[in-house]
């Protein structure tokens, strides 16, 4: 009678068990494809990104070689190309490679039009002021002085190039004949506890070849 019980258990059990797979099934199978499915393109974005960075890394390290060869014009392409198929990272820095190359070529106007690219992208803060800092670096000799002061002035004041932004306008003003504008930037800069060092040393500097600051 024991053992009769015990098959009747079993044989209940296994009906239930039965059922119970019938019913939930489709659902832990495809719980199971989805999960194999995601791992799956997990696996593969992440090697498309290894992948991905491989190839920036060589385009840019190829473009390099051609700036130390003595190749500017040619680099500057080669950095131009890159900046639209690199990723995030890479992109940024062959936009900047670009622009210096360009530099190095003596076409100022597209290293201005490079830097000015950068600045209006959507790249973090400090790297548009950068941007817009070289922009009008570059731009002293051949740029208004309108033109130098916007980008100037569209640096703000907690930005890490702000007192170079401010240094480069007093010598814009400088060379506009504004010496009056000149000092009192190189006042503000010298007085500002929070500037560089450096920054506020060659404020002193110019502003006693010019007559001492603004009182």
Known sequence: MANFIEEVDEEVRRERLEKLWKRWSPAVIGFVVVLLVGVAGWQFWQNHKAEKAAADAAAFNAALTLAQSGKPAEAATAFAGL????????????????????????????????YDAIASSGAEARFRDLARYMAAFHGLETLDAEAVKQRLAAIPADSPWAGNARELQAIADLKAGNVDAARQQLTALADDALAPAGLRGRATELLAALGGPVQ
């Open 83 to 114: 900046a639209g198929s690199a990723g995030e990272g890479y992109a940024l820095l062959a936009r900047f490679q670009q622009a210096a190359n360009l530099v190095e070529a003596k076409d100022i106007p597209g290293a201005i039009a490079a």
